[in-house]
């Protein structure tokens, strides 16, 4: 089956041209007992999913290509407890990272021709439900217990040769086995939705930061049932939402999660995929169809409508530079070299304001006084705060109106009544129109 997989594949790419679309690569049925997971892909070449086969005997592979997909390999997963790949993630073109549904983590380090078993323990976790390669070094991953118990946030600085747990408890969130409720746009950054809590956490459901890795998480204020996210930063990102039972869409926020825009939709969107060089073109998967936006997520265009002959159901999906992309289903595997069908993938409307530039804070860390500084284009009314990893304002620095040029403040770690504050770690943040970006400061006594 695998053999006339990959000769479909070469048949299909060997013809394909410049002027195609979204192609269907692969064409397989119910009847051919194939389950796809997960798809990664960076902008060198090098893709990645995951797949399971169970019509005549389970196996479990992980498929990859250092050429675009014109050639596949293969790497089959142990199987001897049916175990699959949940999640895989490319750091470089060496480094591919992917999870099994029994707590297992295994990389390799020389682009696939040999794989390491690099993480299992089931006292930290069973289930390993998302993992996050930034580069060839650093990553993230989480996993949860088959019986509910909280989900396990872990990290590796070596490439995924060790894998250290941040967080045992994740403030006593459960993930619900589903990697879209988590995302690190950064190894620093990360959002995540829990579906529940343990007993004994009496914390309000919603969504969850972290800006130090996954140690310590702070809510931001967002209360809604999420079915999706994905960030282009740490700033931006767009999650699906359900505000009431038949009233759902999209929320957007350009302050890493300080604010939200709410855009209705008729259509549930079950993955997103930013364009890497213009946070302003993203594309939505839903159950049956492809979307693209080049609004970040105001309006809508479908490109493709899925094969429904056989209850097709999208997965996954990734867009790498230069609009290659790749939308994986239930069943088949689908590419497109042009961003699917966008005539200049770069002419899109560039909705984020660039109005500004903040500079880290000196000294930091700091035990009396700090400065913070930023730089204007243009006029513009700010507010300059020092919050809580809580979200709690703290102090407010600057609130009025601001010529166009460099301002610079000094911060002396006291609050709004003029009282020293604990020492520990507080964000500078500051806003301008609908945009927000904060710095993190260390505060010593």
């Not at 596949?72 to 993630?89: E, F, K, L, P």
């Not at 006292?123 to 930034?134: G, H, Q």
Request: net charge negative.
């Amino acid at each position: 089956m695998l053999n006339r997989f990959l000769i479909c594949l070469f048949c299909l790419l060997l013809f394909n041209n410049l002027s195609s679309q979204w192609i269907r690569l692969t064409d397989n049925t119910a009847r051919d007992g194939i389950v796809n997971y997960s798809i990664d892909a960076i902008s060198d070449g090098m893709v990645a999913y995951s797949t399971t086969i169970s019509k005549d005997e389970y196996t479990s592979w992980i498929m990859y290509s250092d050429d675009f997909g014109s050639t596949w390999q293969q790497h089959q997963i142990n199987t001897q407890y049916r175990q699959g790949a949940v999640d895989v993630s490319i750091g470089d073109s060496l480094h591919i990272c992917y999870g099994t549904d029994n707590g297992k983590i295994f990389v390799t380090e020389d682009g696939g021709e040999s794989w390491q078993l690099r993480f299992y323990d089931v006292l930290k976790t069973e289930y390993v439900n998302y993992i996050e390669m930034f580069n060839g070094r650093q990553g993230v991953a989480m996993g949860d217990h088959s019986c509910g118990e909280v989900a396990q946030i872990l990290r590796t600085e070596d490439g995924g040769r060790s894998w250290v747990s941040v967080n045992d408890s994740a403030f006593g969130g459960i993930s619900s086995d589903q990697w879209h409720r988590i995302d690190f746009a950064t190894p620093k950054v990360g959002y995540f939705f829990p579906s529940a809590f343990t007993a004994g956490f009496t914390i309000d459901q919603g969504l969850y930061k972290t800006i130090d890795a996954g140690e310590t998480w702070f809510p931001i204020r967002d209360h809604y049932h999420h079915k999706t996210m994905k960030f282009y930063d740490e700033n931006i990102g767009l999650i699906f939402i359900y505000k009431t039972y038949d009233l759902y869409g999209i929320n957007r926020t350009f302050d890493g999660g300080n604010s939200w825009e709410f855009f209705p939709l008729n259509i549930i969107g079950t993955a997103f995929s930013f364009l890497p060089e213009n946070p302003a073109i993203v594309w939505m998967m839903t159950f049956n169809a492809v979307y693209c936006s080049r609004d970040t997520g105001r309006t809508w265009v479908k490109q493709i409508d899925l094969e429904q002959t056989y209850n097709e159901t999208g997965y996954d999906m990734v867009m790498t530079e230069g609009g290659r992309g790749w939308v994986l289903t239930n069943y088949n595997l689908y590419y497109t070299d042009n961003g699917g069908g966008l005539t200049r993938v770069e002419s899109a409307v560039q909705e984020i304001p660039q109005t500004f530039l903040v500079n880290r804070n000196y000294p930091n860390p700091f035990n009396s006084e700090t400065v913070l500084s930023f730089s204007l284009q243009q006029a513009s009314a700010v507010e300059l705060s020092v919050i809580s990893l809580r979200g709690e304002v703290v102090k407010t620095l600057l609130s009025r109106r601001c010529s166009a040029g460099s301002h610079r403040v000094i911060w002396n770690g006291c609050d709004d009544r003029s009282l020293p504050v604990a020492a520990g770690t507080y964000l500078a943040r500051l806003r301008c129109g609908e945009r927000a970006v904060c710095q993190k400061m260390v505060l010593l006594r």
